[in-house]
């Protein structure tokens, strides 16, 4: 549960001080002695009451190792506290995780070691406590604020006003003073800015910025997940200006050096919405018995030029955004959806990655270069699925023949350690006005698969050329897309959680635990609790980022892999494009030192979008079930925490919380080692996977929470 705002005062001074003694402590003189009496003369704390308080706070910083006292009431800091750079993530109920720079373990933050932390910030955390399973620490110093403005509510008083930001991750209370507030009303949907925090205040200083709207209208709503995590709505007048030069025609001096492929058989096969053609496939026979499949990528830098106002904005972007009532493109739809989407029967500029390839699907020969293809059909996976299942259809031959060689590459790539991760996504199918009416669990099927192992196969082909890891030749700087190996204390505390349902998983090595969790996820295939499992197991694995450094792709098996494939949508894909290009015509690579830079911010930009996608999907699960309140539904325990249990709803996926203080029967406490609520009186337990039947007892669209209570247990 969200934390009560029943009453909001203006800031203490006091509180949040121990961020300031901190700082003291480690900023302006690491090895000096403070004692009690100067570090209140810091403060400016004269009140006897404040003195015990901050002797208080000084002792829990010894406990925590953070300090040492060297005499009664004279503290130093631990010279042998480490500590680490990264970027914190903050959860809803104020803890936090620090994401590090380097393959260590996520640190635990809990609320009161957050010390004015907001969601994305880099920050410095020294480490309190290790375990073998958990690693805990404190934030030490804020070392770059990633967004000082926020969307949220605004509720008013006679002097002053707070702010409440939407979601507790990405924002925090904010004190405005009434000449700050410009107009706003109560309960408006606003955009603030913070223009002060003082380090003896545990809130804010603020000023209202603009006000968007009501609060619960859909654009509104998704007008604020998108602010709120830092990402461009609109598009400059220069970029439009650009887009809109921008022809459908092909030039006829450019086709001719082109490898031309339009009387080629090729398809593309997209999501029945899709609107922007990233790919397409070419397959024709040859004399010699074999196949030549052609993997064909929009050639958005024929189009996009560095430099351009254009190119400065798809950086800026870095990727498209999928809400789920509408795209916020990287690219102006000029080119998105119109110049450089592979749309059926028109002439396209592309860069092609073209296997010749014999019917076990080995590669005998690749070429990379640009091209020009005319796309014969456009299938939707839908219409695909049928044909590979035994409806007759155009280009059943073809799309038979691709669909033989992708399952022949997959079991290849399972064999080698892939994981074998089935994909699930919730869509809504929303009405006239925007609403859902529906939810739709969609899971990937051979159709789905058949355009991913091609698409892996470009991605790993262009990386493997580009790294030449038998030549000596000096290294190209290049995009790679990384997936470090699991950290063992992620995989231990999966072991805990598959342990509740009486799964082992089993492996001798962290180079096994990819096939061991291949074989889990096999044994348990038909089971109910597959697809909670299967998320676990995701969440447990290192999260893949763009870098210069190769270290493989765990997830994949490929010990080179790049993304070649959707330059419309990603910028990353743009600069494999170009660099690729360098490479197979005048050997001059231009980026150097810039490219990592570049690609922190693309993988910075990647986790604000998920995280936007991820919201967007929240706030429309808790629109779909505003209409729902008092029913009641089937659902599995997917959750467990010290303050209550989450429930996945099993007719509509879903996900809504029952606080541990309302559990029905007895009074329950969450069990950290077993990791499970248990009823002391009763004896009565609540696990992972548990069947139980729940009733929605109330929503909040705006804090995205779905509140459920106990019918059945």
């Avoid at 403005?149 to 008013?156: E, H, I, K, N, R």
């Avoid at 030192?593 to 979008?609: G, H, T, V």
């Amino acid at each position: 549960m969200a934390k009560k705002k029943a009453k909001h005062n203006k800031p203490n001074k006091f509180k949040g001080s121990l961020t300031h003694i901190v700082r003291k402590l480690y900023n302006k003189n690491p090895s000096k002695e403070y004692s009690v009496k100067e570090i209140c003369v810091h403060l400016s704390i004269k009140e006897s009451e404040l003195r015990k308080q901050t002797y208080t706070v000084l002792k829990d910083l010894v406990s925590a190792d953070f300090l040492r006292e060297t005499s009664h009431g004279t503290f130093k800091l631990n010279q042998n506290t480490k500590t680490v750079e990264g970027e914190f993530q903050m959860t809803q109920r104020g803890a936090g995780f620090l994401l590090t720079d380097k393959s260590e373990a996520d640190i635990y933050i809990s609320p009161q070691h957050v010390n004015h932390a907001l969601n994305g910030d880099r920050v410095r955390v020294a480490i309190t406590k290790k375990t073998a399973t958990k690693t805990e620490g404190q934030v030490v110093e804020v070392l770059h604020r990633e967004r000082t403005q926020f969307v949220g509510t605004l509720d008013l008083h006679d002097k002053f006003a707070f702010f409440i930001p939407d979601n507790q991750r990405n924002g925090v209370d904010i004190y405005i003073p009434k000449e700050k507030i410009n107009g706003a009303e109560t309960h408006d949907k606003v955009l603030v800015r913070i223009t002060a925090w003082p380090k003896s205040s545990q809130s804010p200083y603020g000023e209202v910025v603009e006000v968007l709207g009501a609060h619960g209208s859909n654009d509104t709503e998704m007008l604020g997940i998108l602010i709120n995590q830092g990402l461009e709505i609109k598009f400059p007048q220069a970029v439009i200006a650009a887009a809109e030069k921008v022809t459908m025609e092909l030039d006829p001096e450019e086709v001719k050096t082109r490898r031309d492929f339009r009387n080629i058989t090729t398809i593309t096969i997209d999501p029945v919405d899709a609107k922007d053609f990233d790919d397409a496939i070419s397959i024709q026979w040859l004399e010699n018995g074999n196949v030549e499949i052609g993997v064909h990528i929009a050639d958005v830098s024929h189009y996009v030029q560095p430099g351009t106002p254009m190119d400065e904005e798809a950086l800026k972007r870095s990727n498209s955004v999928y809400l789920v009532d509408r795209v916020i493109p990287m690219l102006p739809e000029q080119l998105s959806n119109m110049a450089c989407s592979l749309r059926p029967n028109e002439d396209k500029f592309s860069f092609s990655a073209v296997f010749e390839m014999d019917e076990k699907g080995k590669v005998l020969n690749q070429w990379f270069g640009k091209t020009v293809i005319h796309s014969n059909r456009r299938f939707t996976y839908e219409q695909a699925q049928e044909i590979i299942e035994g409806a007759e259809g155009d280009f059943k031959k073809e799309i038979l023949f691709l669909d033989k060689i992708a399952k022949i590459m997959r079991k290849k790539r399972l064999k080698e350690g892939a994981l074998n991760i089935e994909s699930e996504e919730m869509r809504f199918e929303l009405d006239a006005a925007g609403n859902p009416t529906n939810v739709i669990l969609k899971t990937s099927k051979d159709a789905h698969k058949l355009v991913e192992e091609f698409m892996l196969l470009a991605n790993k082909k262009v990386a493997t050329f580009i790294a030449k890891p038998n030549n000596k030749q000096e290294k190209i700087p290049f995009v790679y897309r990384c997936h470090d190996k699991p950290d063992i204390e992620k995989i231990a505390l999966f072991r805990v959680f598959i342990d509740k349902f009486g799964y082992e998983l089993n492996y001798t090595s962290p180079d096994e635990i990819s096939k061991a969790i291949n074989t889990l996820l096999s044994d348990i295939k038909s089971t109910g609790e597959y697809s909670l499992i299967q998320t676990m197991a995701i969440r447990s694995m290192a999260k893949a980022t763009y870098e210069t450094e190769n270290i493989g792709h765990y997830g994949l098996a490929f010990p080179y892999y790049t993304h070649f494939t959707s330059p419309i949508r990603r910028y990353a894909d743009l600069l494999v494009h170009r660099i690729l290009l360098e490479e197979l015509t005048t050997k001059q690579h231009r980026y150097g030192a810039d490219l990592s830079d570049m690609c922190k911010r693309i993988s910075r930009n990647e986790r604000k979008a998920t995280e936007a996608e991820r919201e967007s999907n929240k706030y429309f699960q808790t629109l779909f079930m505003k209409e729902r309140v008092g029913e009641e539904f089937e659902g599995t325990v997917s959750g467990i925490a010290d303050f209550g249990m989450f429930v996945k709803m099993d007719e509509n996926q879903c996900e809504g919380m029952i606080p541990i203080s309302e559990i029905p029967g007895d009074r329950f406490y969450f069990d950290a080692e077993k990791y499970k609520i248990v009823g002391p009186r009763t004896d009565m337990e609540y696990n992972f996977g548990d069947k139980v039947k729940i009733k929605v007892k109330d929503v909040d669209t705006r804090k995205r929470q779905i509140n459920l209570e106990l019918v059945e247990f």
